[in-house]
C-alpha cells in the first residue's frame, strides 16, 4: 500500500505513547471526559493521528496540525501528540500557541524529557532565554548524557553572556564534535561581545579537539581581519580553505581582505573560483565587474555586468554600470541602448538623463542633447550643473540666444556659483565680449579661488591680447599647480613666456605641452611660433606641419589651417 510505512510508524508510536484502543468514541469514554470537550469528541483518533504524522512528513504543517488538534480532543490523555503537535506549530512559527500545547503535556507527564526538550526550545523561539535556560538544565539532571542537549544550553547560555557557564556545560561532553562545535558557538558569540582574547582561546580549543573544523579557522580569520592584521587573517582563512576547497564563506572573506589590503588581483582569483562554484549566482559577477571597473579595465568590466544581465535582466543597476563601463569604452551607441532602457523604467531619473545628454552630444545629436538637459531642468529647477550643460550645448550649435537665456535664468537663481559665470565667459568669448568674458572670469575666481579652468581661461586671454602679461603669468602658475601635468596649462605657461619675450623658457614649456597631449594643433603651432623665435627654421616648419596634420584629425580651430600654411609660406621665401 502507498502509505503503509507511514501508517505502520504512525501506529507504533501510537502505541508507544500509550494511547489505547479504549480511548475513542464510545458513549462509555465520553463519560470520562469533562463536559466541554464531550460536544467535539472526533471518532477514528487513529486516523487523525496517521494522517496528521503523513501531513508532517510531506511537509503540509498546517493539515499536520489541524490532524494532531482533532486527536488531542479525543484523547486528553496523550503528552506524546501534543508535544508533535507543539513541534508543529513552532515550525509555522506559532509559539504561543506551541507554548500552551506543551505545558498541557507536562501538566500529563512533568517528567516527560521530549515535551521538555519541546518546551525548552519554544521559550527560546520567544526569546524567554533565562526561562528556557531553566528548562534545559531541568532536562540535563534528568539527562546528562544527552550532549545534543548540552550544545544547546551551552549556546543559550553563551548568548545571554554568560560565557564561563557555557564552557563549563560543554566541556565534559563525551561527543568530540559536540563539543568542539559547542566552543566554536561560544567564540562567535564572545567576539560579538568583543571578548576577543576569549573568543581566540575557545575557537583555538575547538580546533585542537577537532582538527578539521574549518568554520573555526574562519572565525578565527574574521576575528584578526577585523583588527586589521591581514596575514594572520590570510593564514586562517588558507588553513579553512585547505580543510574545506568550497567554502564559499571563506572565499568571500578573502575576496573582502584582498580589496581592504589593495590586492584587487588576488581578490579577482576568489571571486572567479565563487563563480565557478555557483555559476547561476550572479554575485561573483557583480563583484568583478566592479574590481575591473577600479581597475579601469573597462572591456572585463563590460563583460562580468554582460554576465549578470543575461542572468538576471531586470537588475536595472548593474544595466547602469554596464552602461558606464561602454562609455568608458567609448562605444557610445551601445551605451545610449542601455540608459534609454533604464530611462523607460525610471522616468525622472537624473543621473541616468545626464549621462543620456552627455552621448546625445558627443554622438552629435545636439537636439536630442539640449532636450534632455531641457527635461532635466523641468525635474530640477534647483541644480546649477544642468544650466551649465544646457547652455555649453547651445554655445557649442550657434544657438547664442538659446545660450543667453540659460546663462542668464541660471545666473539670476545661481548668482554665487563659479560654473555658471564660468560658462558665461564662455559665451561672450564666443560671442567677441572680451570685457564681459573677463568680468565673468574674474567673478568665477572670486567665488571659487581654486577654479584652475577660469585662471588659465584669464590667463591665457590675456596673452594673446598681449596685455597684462605679469598678471597671466601668475595666474597660469596658480592654474598649473591646482593641475600639474595638464597639456593644455602648461601650453599656456608656455604662450605666456612666449609673449613675454622669453623664448627659450617658452620653447622648453611648449616641448613638454606636446608631449603630454599629441594631437593637438594650436599646441603644435604655439611650438612652431617658439621655434622660430629662437632661430630654428626646421624645426619650426616640422611643427607647423604637425599642427595641420592634427587640424585634419581633430577638426578643430577652423581658423587654423589658413593662418598656420600662411607661416609656411612666410618662411619658405625668406
Known sequence: MRYGTAITLALAALMLCGMSTGTYASQQDAEHVPSPLQDVLVPNA?????????AELLGDLDT???????????????????????????????NEEAEDV?????ALEPENIEALTMLAQVLNSQKKS????????????????????????????????????????IKPASDDDMRASGYYYIGVLAAGMDKIKLAKRVLKESIKINPSLDASYQYLGIIEQKNGNFRKAEQYYLKALEINHANIGVLENMSQLYMDNDKPEKALE??????????????PMRKMGLIHMNLQ???????QFGKVLELEPGDMEFRFYLAMALEEMQRFEEALGHHLILIEREPDNTKVLLNIGYLYSVLGQDERAAETYERLISLKQDVPDFYVYL??????????????????DGIALFENNAEMHFAMSIF???????????AHLKRAIEIDPRHAEAMNFLGYSYAEKNINLKEALVLVKESLSLKPGNGYITDSLGWVYYKMGNYKKALKILKKATGIVQDDPVIFEHLGDAYIATGNSAKAKEAWLRALESHEKTGTEEDLPERVEQKIRDLENQ
Open 46 to 54: 487513529y486516523y487523525h493521528f496517521v494522517l496528521g504524522y503523513q
Open 130 to 169: 533565562r526561562e528556557a535556560i531553566e528548562v534545559y538544565e531541568r532536562v540535563m539532571e534528568a539527562d546528562p548524557e544527552n550532549d545534543s542537549l548540552r550544545l544547546h544550553l551551552s549556546v543559550l547560555l553563551a548568548s545571554t553572556g554568560d560565557l564561563a557557564h557555557a564552557e563549563k556545560v
Open 102 to 106: 506543551v505545558r498541557e503535556a507536562l
Open 64 to 94: 499536520a496540525a489541524d490532524e494532531y488538534a482533532l486527536v488531542i480532543r479525543a484523547d486528553r490523555s496523550s503528552a506524546y501528540v501534543r508535544t508533535q503537535l507543539a513541534g508543529v506549530l513552532m515550525k509555522l512559527e506559532r
Open 428 to 438: 561672450h568669448e564666443r560671442s567677441g565680449n572680451f570685457d564681459d568674458m573677463v
Open 270 to 283: 576568489m571571486e572567479r573560483a565563487l563563480g565557478t562554484m555557483e555559476p547561476g549566482n550572479a554575485d
Open 297 to 303: 579595465q573597462f572591456e572585463q568590466a563590460a563583460a
Open 391 to 408: 547652455a555649453r550645448n547651445y554655445i557649442n550649435t550657434d544657438r547664442d540666444e538659446d545660450a543667453l537665456r540659460v546663462l542668464s
